[in-house]
């Protein structure tokens, strides 16, 4: 299997067994994606992690205001509680088009 398809399988992995913030672990999968030449399958993923970046983590988190950090986290909250099922479908394609690899 290709690296990094294995590790974006793995990560996949993670995310499923609650090992790896959701939001991190789509960012990560979207960081390898690029070096994939075909990213049907994990387009939800690239599109979460898209539209999750206004959600600071990591470092990151050290440079914003208590008050700023309050807000934004709730509203990942609201934006995990709506979007968990569907990254979670999507992290289950990932292993299963994988295995055919």
Known sequence: MNPIKLKIKQIAEKIINNEIDLIEGCRIIASLAYELENRDSIFFILAISSESDRFPLGKVRDTCSLEHLEDLDREKE??????KQKILD???????LSEGD
């Open 90 to 96: 999507s992290c289950q394609e990932i292993i299963k």
């Open 78 to 83: 609201e934006f995990i509680t709506f979007y």
